[in-house]
């Protein structure tokens, strides 16, 4: 498994996980290799379906990696609660400076959320698709 082989990895800096159509439960265990993994920087997650289950999903490891500083989560069904969830993770990491959410079913408060956290962190969010 791509999880297992993460949470050891020590050269792979770059994952492309998209278009796999992995639905809501997709990124559980990759999410959770990311929690203990130290070197991937750029994560591309893109048109999965992972709707809000998923979206949590990668808020949980996003609060505690440390390493990973692009996320492309574009075109997977989340909406408002999964975005909710994102954007408090993003208030506790210190590192992701670009996260793309295009094409998902953000509304006015999805995006304020998102929007309040990257104004509340100017030197580190410098990209914020949504």
Known sequence: HIAEALKVNSTVTQLDLGNNDSGDLGPQHIVEALKVNTTVTKLDFFTNHIGDVGGQHIAEALKVNATV????????????????HLASALAANATLTNLNVLKNDLTEAGACALVAVANSKPNQ???LFG
Do not use: P, Q, V
């Open 125 to 127: 969010i410098k990209s």
């Open 69 to 84: 500083t692009r996320l492309d989560i574009s075109c997977n069904d989340i909406g408002d609660e999964g975005l909710l």
